[in-house]
C-alpha cells in the first residue's frame, strides 16, 4: 500500500510540478523510510523549496548574506557533506582553468565518495601534495588555474583532517571563491571582499551538488526513490551521515 501510494504522490507531483504535491510526495518518502528526515533537513538547508516547507521550524542562516555562517553550518551533516560541498566549489573553478594535478585530485575525491575504503590515505595524501605543490607560478599561469589547485587540495585534506579543520578549508574555499578582489601573495591565495554575486554563484554550485545527494534529483529537477546520484541542473533555484555525529555546532 505504501509503495503504491508513493507511485502515485510522485506521478502527481512529476505532471503538476506543484510545490504542494511534491511536499506530500516527499513527507510520505519521510514517513515510509524512504527518505531520511536529515537529508531533507539538508535539502532545506540549501533552499530547496518543498523541503523548507516541511522543515518550516529549523532557522538557518540566509547563504548570501551570511556565507561563512552558511558553510560552518554544513558541518552539520558530517564529513560528507562537507567534502562534497568543496568537491562542488573545486568543479566550479576548474570549469575556467585548464590543470592537471587539480583534476586528478579531484577524481581521487569522486572514488573517496563513492567508497572511502577503497581509497587508501596515501593516495590521498599524495593527490593533495600532487595539486598544493602545483600552486606555484611556474606550473600554473592564471588566477583561475591557481584556485582550482588550492581547491582541490583542500578537498583531499577534508578527507582526513579532524571535522573541524575539514569546515575551516570549506569557509576559507567559499570565502576565496566568492571575493570581488582575490589576490595571490606568495603561495597564499587570498580574498578581501566578497561580492554578492559571486556568492550567489557559489551556493547555487554547492547546493545544486547537495540536493542530488540528499533528494536524489534527476536532471529535470524532478525526484526519484531511493539515493539517486545524478545531477541537479534547474539554475533559477537556490539551493548521509557518517561517522561524525549530526546536529553538533560546528
Known amino acids: 500500500m505504501s509503495d503504491s501510494l508513493l507511485r502515485r504522490l510522485k506521478r502527481r507531483w512529476q505532471e503538476s510540478g506543484s510545490v504542494g504535491d511534491e511536499v506530500r510526495y516527499l513527507s510520505e518518502r519521510i514517513r515510509t523510510g524512504d527518505l531520511d528526515p536529515a537529508m531533507l533537513e539538508l535539502a532545506a538547508y540549501c533552499g530547496h523549496e518543498a523541503s523548507c516547507l516541511i522543515a518550516s521550524r529549523f532557522q538557518f542562516p540566509s547563504a548570501v548574506n551570511d556565507l561563512r555562517g552558511w558553510a560552518r553550518g554544513l558541518g552539520r551533516w558530517g564529513r560528507v557533506a562537507v567534502v562534497r560541498a568543496l568537491l562542488a566549489l573545486a568543479r566550479l573553478q576548474l570549469g575556467r582553468a585548464v590543470a592537471r594535478w587539480p583534476a586528478e585530485a579531484l577524481s581521487v575525491a569522486e572514488q573517496w565518495l563513492d567508497n572511502p575504503e577503497a581509497v587508501d590515505q596515501s593516495t590521498i595524501e599524495g593527490a593533495a601534495e600532487a595539486a598544493t605543490h602545483s600552486i606555484q607560478p611556474?606550473?600554473?599561469?592564471?588566477?583561475?588555474?591557481?584556485?582550482?589547485?588550492?581547491?582541490?587540495?583542500?578537498?583531499?585534506l577534508a578527507m582526513t583532517q579532524p571535522l573541524d579543520d575539514s569546515i575551516g578549508h570549506l569557509i576559507d574555499g567559499v570565502c576565496l571563491?566568492?571575493?570581488?578582489?582575490?589576490?595571490?601573495?606568495?603561495?597564499?591565495?587570498?580574498?578581501?571582499?566578497?561580492e554578492p554575486e559571486r556568492s550567489r554563484l557559489v551556493v547555487e554550485a554547492i547546493s545544486k551538488d547537495l540536493l542530488s545527494w540528499t533528494l536524489g534529483l534527476s536532471q529535470r529537477g524532478q525526484l526519484y526513490g531511493g539515493r539517486s546520484e545524478s545531477t541537479w541542473e534547474k539554475s533559477d533555484r537556490l539551493?548521509?551521515?557518517d561517522d561524525e555525529t549530526l546536529g553538533s555546532e560546528p
Open 239 to 241: 539551493g548521509g551521515r
Open 138 to 156: 611556474t606550473t600554473l599561469e592564471s588566477l583561475d588555474a591557481w584556485l582550482a589547485a588550492h581547491s582541490a587540495a583542500r578537498v583531499c
Open 177 to 194: 571563491a566568492a571575493g570581488a578582489q582575490t589576490t595571490v601573495e606568495g603561495r597564499e591565495v587570498r580574498h578581501h571582499r566578497i
